[in-house]
C-alpha cells in the first residue's frame, strides 16, 4: 500500500499527470496513452478480471506463468489512475487488489517440500482469469455473429386483400349438450313444483284491479298491494302490472329517500 | 464505382423489395440498395422485369403497384392463408348449448317449444349461429297457428360428436341421475365453472 | 379429404412461411394452411427442404431457427440493405453481451453465479433490457438460500441470431473445454484494444 501513497504524493495537476507519470510507470511506451482517450479506456474495462487480463496481455505474458508482483503492481497503477480522474471505482477493483496483495505475500512465503501445483496461491484467480476469458471469447462471438436488425431482414409479404382472419367456431363438447339439456329439464321441473294451477292471475287484469285501488288525491303505500295467500306469484304479478302502469305513466311513484317505503298515487291528468 | 455482377444484382433487388417496409419504387432501391453500385434504371429494370418472372410459378409474386414493386402471396392462396390467422370465436353462451340440446333431444321442435321449455325467448341470433354452423334445420312446419318452422339437427351435427345417429345421444335417464344428485364422481362430465357462471345474455329476453 | 398437387403444396408452403407474422413450424403448417389436406409431415418435410434448394442462390434463403421456418436475407446482403434504413441496428453494451452469453452457454444460472466469472456486480438494467427484449426468462430458482432465479435463454434470443439450437452458438468448444479444466493457452483471444476503438456514435442507441 506504500506504493499508492507515494503515487497519490507525487501526482501533478490533470491531465498531464497520466502521460509523465514515469515515477510510476515501468513502461511508459506501452502505457501511453492520449490524454482524452483515458477515460474511455479505463471506462471500458468490464471489471477487475478484465483489466487483469488486459496487463496479462499486454505484457505478453502467459495466464498461467501470472508474475504477480508485476501484474500486481500495473494493476494498482490503473486503480491509482482511475481514482484520479474520479471515476466511480467499484469494490470489486479494491477487492481484486486485496486478492493480489495476498497472494504476492504468499508467494513470499518459503515453499515447503511437500507442497505441490495445487497449492499455488495464484491457482485460483489463473482459473477465473481463463474463465472470464473465455466468457470474453464468447461474447465477441456472440457479436459477430449475424443477427436480425444489422445483418439479416425479414421479408415482409403481403397477402392479397380477399385474405380475411378466419373465424374458428368454437368447440362444444357432448357433456356441455348433456348438461344443458339437464339444466334446462331441471328448470322445467322447479317450475312445474310452483306452478299456480290454473293461469289465473293475468297482468292486465291485476293491473285493472290496481286502477281501482289507488286514489288521485292520497298516496297509498306499496305494501297494500300485495297480499300473502296469493304467493309468489301473485307478488311478481302484481309488481309487473304497476311497473306496467307506471310506464303508461297511470302510476305515479314517489319515495321520499332510498329504502324507505313507496307510495303510489293515479297520475295526474 | 463499385461494380455489381447480374446475379448479386439481382439477388440485392430481391432482398430489397422483400425486405422493404412499403412497396419499393425504382427511385428508392437506386437511392439506397443500389447507392455507388453504378447501376443504371434501364438494368435495374431489366434485373425487375426478370424476377417478375422467376416468380410466376411460384407462391407469391413480385407485383408493381402504385408506389412501387412488393411481392405479395398468390391470389388463388388467399383461402388457404387465410387459415392462419384464426380469430377464435368466443365460446356459446348456455343459451346457445341449451337451445342446442333441446333441438338435439326433441326434434323436431319450433322455436316457441324451446321458449316453453326454457321459460326465455330465443333470440333469431342462436337459431342464425346453429343453423350457419349447419348444425340445425328447418325441416317443416308445425300445423298450428302462424306455422312455425320445425327444428332438426343434422348429419354434420352428428358427425362433430361422432354419433352415427341420434340415439346415440346420451340417454334421458343421464339427466335424470344428474337430476337426483346420485351422479358419481368418476362420471366423465366436466365443464368449465364458467359456462353456468355466465350473466344473463343480452341475446335473453325474459318472458313475462 | 382434399388432395393437394406437389405443385400446389409447394407455393401454398412457401407463401404460407412468407406471409407468416413468425417462424412457422411444421406443426402451424400442418394445422393452419394444410389443414384438411391430408398432407403427411414427412411430404411437407420433402417440400421445405425442395424449397430451400429453389432459395438457395436466391437474395433470400430459408432457414429453420429456433421456434420453426423462415426466409431471411442472405447475410452477405446485410450492409447492402441496411442502408434502406436511417436508423443504425442497436449496438450491445459488453456487458450485456457477456452477460447475455453466460446465460447462453451456462444456463440455467443465477445472477451471483454470472457475477462470479464476470468479477463484477450484473446490473438490474440489464437483465431487464434482456428479459424485455424476450432474449432470456426465469426458468426456476436454485435451491440455496434464498432462493435465486435461475436464467436461461428463450427461442427468441435464437431466433434473433438466426440459430435453430443452443448447439449453433459458436466456441461452445472453449466453454466444453474449460469445464473439463483444460483450455489450451494458444485459444485466440482478442486484444482488449480493439474494444477501445468502439466508440459510441451519435445516431447509435447503445444499449447497456
Known amino acids: 500500500m506504500a506504493e499508492r501513497a507515494d503515487i497519490i504524493a507525487i501526482q501533478q495537476p490533470l491531465p498531464l499527470a497520466f502521460i509523465n507519470g514515469e515515477a510510476v510507470m515501468e513502461k511508459p511506451e506501452d502505457l501511453y496513452i492520449p490524454p482524452e482517450a483515458l477515460e474511455v479506456i479505463l471506462e471500458a474495462f468490464e471489471g477487475p478480471l478484465d483489466l487483469l487480463l488486459y496487463l496479462i496481455r499486454k505484457q505478453k505474458f502467459e495466464i498461467v506463468d501470472l508474475p504477480v508482483a508485476q501484474i500486481t503492481r500495473q494493476y494498482m497503477e490503473y486503480v491509482d489512475l482511475m481514482k484520479d480522474i474520479k471515476l466511480e471505482l467499484a469494490g470489486e477493483y479494491l477487492l481484486m487488489a486485496a486478492i493480489l496483495a495476498e497472494i504476492k505475500s504468499r508467494m513470499l512465503l518459503p515453499k515447503r517440500e511437500e507442497e505441490n501445483e495445487e497449492d499455488d496461491p495464484r491457482a485460483e484467480l489463473i482459473r477465473r482469469l481463463r474463465e472470464y476469458e473465455v466468457v470474453k471469447a464468447a461474447a465477441l462471438d456472440l457479436d459477430s455473429i449475424p443477427r436480425e436488425e444489422r445483418d439479416i431482414f425479414l421479408p415482409k409479404v403481403q397477402v392479397t386483400e380477399d385474405c380475411q382472419p378466419q373465424r374458428m367456431l368454437p368447440p362444444v363438447a357432448m357433456q356441455e349438450l348433456v348438461l344443458a339439456m339437464q339444466a334446462a329439464m331441471q328448470r322445467v321441473k322447479a317450475f312445474e313444483h310452483h306452478h299456480i294451477t290454473p293461469e289465473t292471475l293475468s297482468t292486465r287484469e291485476r293491473m285493472s284491479a290496481i286502477l281501482d285501488q289507488v286514489k288521485a288525491d292520497e298516496f297509498t303505500s306499496f305494501s297494500a298491494f300485495f297480499t300473502a295467500d296469493e304467493g309468489k306469484a301473485g307478488v311478481v304479478v302484481t309488481f309487473l302490472a304497476i311497473l306496467e302502469l307506471v310506464k303508461e305513466s297511470l302510476l305515479e311513484l314517489v319515495q321520499a329517500e332510498p329504502f324507505s317505503d313507496i307510495h303510489i298515487k293515479l297520475a295526474d291528468g | ?208
Open chain 2, 1 to 208: 464505382m463499385a461494380k455489381i455482377s447480374d446475379e448479386q444484382l439481382k439477388q440485392l433487388v430481391e432482398a430489397a423489395i422483400f425486405v422493404a417496409d412499403k412497396p419499393a419504387s425504382e427511385e428508392f432501391l437506386l437511392e439506397t440498395v443500389l447507392e455507388g453500385l453504378s447501376v443504371s434504371r434501364k438494368r435495374l429494370k431489366e434485373v425487375l422485369a426478370l424476377l417478375q418472372l422467376d416468380y410466376q410459378p411460384r407462391g407469391i409474386q413480385l407485383v408493381k403497384v402504385a408506389s412501387g414493386y412488393r411481392f405479395q402471396s398468390q391470389d388463388s392462396l388467399g383461402p388457404w392463408l387465410a387459415k392462419m390467422w384464426q380469430e377464435q370465436a368466443p365460446r356459446y353462451s348456455r343459451a346457445m348449448l341449451e337451445t342446442l340440446s333441446l333441438i338435439a333431444y326433441r326434434q323436431p321442435i319450433t322455436r316457441g317449444e324451446i321458449e316453453d321449455v326454457r321459460g326465455v325467448s330465443v333470440s333469431s341470433h342462436i337459431i342464425k349461429s346453429l343453423s350457419e354452423r349447419g348444425w340445425i334445420k328447418v325441416v317443416g312446419h308445425k300445423e298450428v297457428p302462424g306455422r312455425p318452422s320445425l327444428y332438426a339437427t343434422t348429419k354434420t351435427f352428428l358427425d362433430y360428436f361422432s354419433l352415427s345417429g341420434l340415439a346415440e345421444l346420451p340417454s334421458i335417464e343421464a339427466f335424470e341421475k344428474l337430476d337426483e344428485g346420485h351422479i358419481s364422481d368418476n362420471d366423465s362430465i366436466e365443464l368449465p365453472q364458467t359456462e353456468f357462471d355466465m350473466q344473463p345474455q343480452a341475446d335473453e329476453k325474459q318472458i313475462h
